[in-house]
């Protein structure tokens, strides 16, 4: 039996959480008000109002933690800005909620069993909310004292600190001199010592110091010299995420897989013990619970082993909120010869909440290029806003915002500022869309290379032909 479950704390704290995906980078938020109602352009969101408010409400229920274990699903046609409300939504959230997104698909390209994929996805969007008292020392450094062995491989040190009321010298070993000197930490410095983890904290030069112009920045910052104790006793609470606790944890993972990405299966016994341990930190007062948001987009790519997982684990305690997306209509259930709505198995569908998005107002469309133009600093004329928004009636708003940068490529080779009709005109002529894409094999069919359809039925043939798919 593992007895000591760590947390990872002082590393985890440099992890960051999500990178921005450059197609939805202007989205900031949800752009409701107070009263949840969505304000016409805001936080880079344009009209879809009733997608929105629907999005809000629900992330206020998750936000009063009424709402685990449930599932809701954007379904709409594609470029309907499903996949942005979501990333909106994510950031409505707040740091400390997790949220994870993960297309379908990914499942099935891991080094895992598709069942272990989910169940990371799911750790993942759970958070723990750990308080844990640390004693820190925290004073005015008076001397550091260093001595090597005549070799130079081991030094020892001494370490003087004060405060306003009294002062401590402190033994040096290895790794802390390594952490100073790292830190460049010399006398007159103000700091803070983490004693549990030896993180060390600048946290100033002390006023006293003022006057020694050597060895000062700029953007030097002054501190009072603390007062009181040295040693110091401190709450800090910090959250990490079910999944996060299990891979430092996991003997043969550590911590350093965090990093890499490569996490590996992790074995059911040792999530057994820390979710035991994690209800037994909540019994004592010292963690708590925060269910997180799993975004799974274009969920008709699971299949029916997935989707019979998504089930169960829905019911399970520790479940986050699952919001999927889907651009399907009717659609086979993969790994089944079963057609159903959005290609979901209709138990899941059951259990459901459907908010359905719907294709832009060109007045819409209009505003959501002109934002995206100002994210990736380009000036369009008003004739090439006129040909791009009408472009995106008859294509997708997505195969729009991607013109945008390609009109601007060409502006730029003829030495404009302003990217013109033509260059719209042109960019279209090089770049095609999906329509004409079709078009184009139909023409050249015979020469290119035809995949022959000859797997068995219910293997991830994806269904087409119905109404929301094809805009
Ligand atoms: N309401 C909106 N406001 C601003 N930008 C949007 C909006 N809806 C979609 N977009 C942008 O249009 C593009 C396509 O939308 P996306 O969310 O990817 O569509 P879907 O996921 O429904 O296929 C993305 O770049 C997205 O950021
Ligand atoms: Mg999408």
Redo the contacts with the bound molecule.
């Keep these: 039996m593992a007895t000591h479950i760590s947390t990872g704390t002082a590393e985890l704290r440099d992890i960051t959480k999500m990178e921005r995906i450059g197609?939805?980078s202007?989205?900031r938020g949800l752009g409701l008000d107070d009263r949840l109602e969505p304000r016409e352009t805001s936080q880079?969101?344009?009209?879809?109002a009733k997608a929105r408010k629907a999005a809000g409400m629900i992330l206020k229920m998750v936000q009063e933690g009424r709402i685990a274990g449930r599932a809701m699903l954007f379904a709409?046609p594609?470029?309907?800005?499903?996949?942005?409300i979501a990333l909106g939504m994510a950031q409505t959230l707040g740091p400390d909620v997790p949220f994870t997104m993960i297309a379908a698909s990914e499942v099935f390209s891991l080094s895992m069993s598709k069942t272990e994929a989910l169940t990371q996805a799911f750790r993942r969007s759970i958070g723990v909310r750990i308080k844990e008292e640390t004693e820190i020392i925290e004073g005015e450094v008076v001397e550091i004292q260093i001595d090597r062995s005549l070799t130079g491989a081991t030094k020892t040190g001494k370490l003087t600190i004060k405060t306003t009321d009294m002062e401590t010298i402190y033994d040096l070993g290895n790794k802390m001199i390594d952490a100073l000197s790292k830190e460049k930490v010399t006398a007159g410095d103000v700091i803070a010592i983490d004693k549990t983890s030896g993180k060390i904290t600048k946290l100033g030069r002390s006023f006293a110091r003022s006057r020694d112009y050597d060895a000062m920045g700029a953007d030097t910052k002054f501190v009072q010299c603390p007062e009181g104790e040295i040693q110091k006793r401190k709450e800090v609470v910090h959250t990490v995420s079910l999944h996060e606790i299990d891979v430092i944890n996991s003997r043969t993972q550590g911590f350093l897989a965090l990093f890499a990405g490569d996490t590996g299966e992790i074995k059911p016994e040792l999530r057994n013990q820390i979710n035991a341990k994690v209800g037994e930190w909540r019994e004592e007062g010292k963690a708590e619970i925060i269910p997180g948001v799993l975004f799974i987009d274009e969920v008709h790519m699971l299949d029916i082993e997935c989707f019979s997982f998504l089930n169960r684990a829905l019911e399970n305690e520790l479940a986050p909120l699952v919001i999927m997306?889907s651009?399907r209509g009717k659609a086979r259930i993969r790994g089944t010869n079963m057609i159903s709505p959005h290609g979901l198995p209709p138990d899941l569908l059951d259990r459901v909440l459907i908010v359905s998005?719907s294709q832009y107002t060109s007045e819409d469309i209009e505003q959501?290029i002109k934002?995206r133009c100002e994210e990736e600093d380009v000036t369009l004329s008003p004739e090439a806003l006129a040909i791009l928004s009408r472009l995106a009636t008859d294509t997708t708003?997505?195969y729009v915002?991607n013109l945008i940068s390609c009109a601007q490529m060409l502006a730029k080779k003829r030495k404009a500022e302003v990217v013109s009709g033509e260059d719209v005109r042109r960019a279209y002529d090089y770049f095609f869309d999906e329509k004409r894409s079709v078009q184009w094999i139909q023409e050249v069919g015979s020469t290119l290379v035809t995949e022959e359809d000859n797997r068995p039925a219910g293997r991830s043939k994806p269904a087409g032909g119905d109404a929301m798919d094809q805009s």
């Design positions: 197609a939805h202007h989205i880079g969101m344009v009209g879809q709409g594609p470029s309907t800005g499903k996949t942005a997306a651009n998005t959501i934002i708003l997505r915002l």
